[in-house]
T-cell receptor, first 112, second 117 residues
Framework: NAGVTQTPKFRVLKTGQSMTLLCAQD?????MYWYRQDPGMGLRLIHYSVGEGTTAKGEVPDGYNVSRLKKQNFLLGLESAAPSQTSVYFC???????????FGEGSRLTVL | AQKITQTQPGMFVQEKEAVTLDCTYDTSDPSYGLFWYKQPSSGEMIFLIYQGSYDQQNATEGRYSLNFQKARKSANLVISASQLGDSAMYFCAMREPPSGNTGKLIFGQGTTLQVKP
């Protein structure tokens, strides 16, 4: 049982490049989330989805876009990467709106 | 707006002793949920324990218990009989009220716990 899988695990980008982080869950969860983790700031919500075909902005959405075309996948895109987007990104999912979140292993992104 | 505060950036505890990690929250909604997660040095986020605002008793899960003081708006995590494997960062989180229907969690800044042998 894979749970929540994030790809890639590590990536180095140059300023201005674009990339997509993929999150896949095999638990048939409705709710999915993208967080970023920075030292001293905990986890901050970027975007989230409450079901297939839906997305919404979180606390720090600027510079990111998301899509949820299939229930099991939640994609996070950076159209023009900036050094401020250097961070560890976590995807999470939940079966119901008051259940615990299940997290992926994280993706470490460095923007030079 | 909801807010979670963890005031202890780092803590030390002797192996086999108990330790309390502080968490305070701020919300005006009577219905909410509180969570604790553990993040070891390997980086994954591990769910530890949950407390609902209407739960009459403090939540417990093995060596973890949640000291829930509603009037003080605190939800401290107590780890009994600390083990070396408890060394990690610990995050307190609060779920947005049900009216939001989003299920999203708001996280505190985290507390790094080091267990000394």
């Amino acid at each position: 049982n894979a749970g929540v899988t994030q790809t890639p695990k590590f990536r180095v980008l140059k300023t201005g490049q674009s990339m997509t982080l993929l999150c896949a869950q095999d638990m048939n969860h409705e709710y999915m989330y993208w967080y970023r983790q920075d030292p001293g700031m905990g986890l901050r919500l970027i975007h989230y989805s409450v079901g297939e075909g839906t997305t919404a902005k979180g606390e720090v959405p600027d510079g990111y876009n998301v899509s949820r075309l299939k229930k099991q996948n939640f994609l996070l895109g950076l159209e023009s990467a900036a050094p401020s987007q250097t961070s560890v990104y976590f995807c999470a999912s939940s079966y119901r709106r008051n259940g615990e979140l299940f997290f992926g292993e994280g993706s470490r992104l460095t923007v030079l | 707006a909801q807010k979670i505060t963890q005031t202890q950036p780092g803590m030390f505890v002797q192996e086999k002793e108990a330790v309390t990690l502080d968490c305070t929250y701020d919300t005006s909604d009577p219905s909410y949920g509180l969570f604790w997660y553990k993040q070891p040095s390997s980086g994954e986020m591990i769910f530890l324990i949950y407390q609902g605002s209407y739960d009459q008793q403090n939540a417990t899960e093995g060596r973890y218990s949640l000291n829930f003081q509603k009037a003080r708006k605190s939800a401290n995590l107590v780890i009994s009989a600390s083990q070396l494997g408890d060394s990690a960062m610990y995050f307190c989180a609060m779920r947005e009220p049900p009216s939001g229907n989003t299920g999203k969690l708001i996280f505190g800044q985290g507390t790094t716990l080091q267990v000394k042998p």
